[in-house]
Nanobody, 114 residues
Framework: VQLQASGGGLVQAGGSLRLSCAAS????????MGWYRQAPGKQRELVAT???????NYADSVKGRFTISRDNAENTVYLQMNSLKPEDTAVYYC?????????WGQGTLVTVSS
């Protein structure tokens, strides 16, 4: 499974961005898709995940501000990020889990200025 993430950029605090991640294979075969992020000097952390049945899970730090969704017909997962904070600055990675294996996209940089 190859994943292509896009949508990162520079935004002011309080602004919004939408990340997209397109999978090279049918999303119907992917059990869980998600987003992780890694800030400079920190470990990669979970942001949000969504199952094939559209059940979602969020990190406490983004609850109420970020929304994950997936379009299985388009093999794509999205992350709508609102009310962005400087501490959301990180490289965001798309992740897919299928048949016990995990796959990662190349990462897209999100920078939130104060």
């Amino acid at each position: 499974v190859q994943l292509q993430a896009s949508g990162g950029g520079l935004v002011q605090a309080g602004g919004s961005l939408r990340l997209s991640c397109a999978a090279s294979t049918s999303a119907f075969s992917i059990n869980v898709m998600g987003w992780y992020r890694q800030a400079p000097g920190k470990q990669r952390e979970l942001v949000a995940t969504i199952t094939s049945g559209h059940s979602t899970n969020y990190a406490d730090s983004v609850k109420g501000r970020f929304t994950i969704s997936r379009d299985n017909a388009e093999n794509t997962v999205y992350l709508q990020m609102n009310s962005l904070k400087p501490e959301d600055t990180a490289v965001y990675y798309c992740n897919a889990r299928r048949a016990g294996a995990a796959y990662w996209g190349q990462g897209t940089l999100v920078t939130v200025s104060s």
